[in-house]
């Protein structure tokens, strides 16, 4: 389980992508480039954040949601 955003920020986009079938569109509707991206496995998701400038605690929260339905 997720503690803190922290700990989902470091969460790398292949481990959210192989634990998450709804991951995919996730990405997708954030309208990055991860779901298809060959460096998911080195980005995080602080990562994603910085790189398209997004609502960070939105993405986080919608993030660790995702994960936790796991």
């Not at 954040?49 to 949601?65: H, I, P, R, S, W």
Request: glycine fraction near 4%; aromatic fraction near 12%.
């Amino acid at each position: 389980m997720l503690n803190d955003d922290s700990e989902i920020s470091n969460t790398h986009v292949e481990t959210v992508l192989k634990s998450a079938p709804k991951a995919f569109r996730f990405f997708l509707d954030w309208h990055t480039a991860c779901a298809g991206c060959g460096f998911a496995r080195f980005c995080t998701l602080g990562d994603v954040v910085n790189a398209y400038q997004l609502d960070e605690k939105k993405f986080l929260q919608e993030a660790k949601d995702l994960v936790v339905q796991i």
